[in-house]
């Protein structure tokens, strides 16, 4: 199984949609990429975790949360999403499969040297743009299609039908 670590708030500002909604609402930002890497998650079916700076927050505690299969971790007070990565790829890349999306080239570097691979902020939008699009078609062409009353009625029943149809009155 493959793990995909995301950088939170390098990607919130790295993608254009998520960071205009930041300006307004930084947690609406959070809610919105949730709900886009939870339904990529659900398609690809990898392990995510999502990982959000909490080194400024007086007094924090790390929290970890889950929406829908997706990971979400809030770093306490004083470490930062980076440190966080570096070290939980540090415990699961020698043994597991791990993609770390961040835009920060010292972090890429640094994971790199730690047995991850990356993907970019912009790369990761890719992909998940192509999940969409390729869920949309799997999932929703084939049901607009099967809306018929034929496809909904049993063998008897349309026969009967089709002799009523094309009886003279």
């Known amino acids: 199984m493959e793990y995909l670590i995301i950088d939170g708030y390098n990607i919130i500002n790295a993608w254009p949609e998520l960071a205009g909604i930041a300006k307004e609402s930084l947690e609406n930002a959070r809610w919105k990429l949730l ?8 398609y690809k079916k990898n ?23 997706v990971e979400v971790i809030y770093t306490k007070e004083h470490e930062t999403a980076d440190n966080y990565i570096e070290r939980l790829v540090h415990e ?6 791990v993609r770390v999306a961040t ?3 010292l972090e890429q570097t640094i994971i790199l040297s730690k047995g991850a691979t990356r993907v970019s902020a912009n790369e990761l939008r890719d992909e998940v743009k192509l999940t969409q699009k390729n869920m949309k078609k799997q999932y929703l ?8 009353i034929g496809s909904r009625l049993e063998g008897d029943t349309l026969k009967a039908l089709e002799k009523l149809r094309r009886q003279k009155f």
């Open 141 to 148: 062409q084939p049901t607009i299609k099967n809306h018929t």
């Open 103 to 105: 835009s920060d080239f």
């Open 92 to 97: 699961i890349g020698r043994n597991k499969q």
């Open 47 to 69: 392990k995510v975790i999502i990982v959000f700076d909490g080194h400024l927050v007086k007094g924090n505690l790390e929290k970890k949360e889950v929406y829908g299969e």
């Open 35 to 42: 709900e886009m890497i939870a339904n990529y998650q659900g």
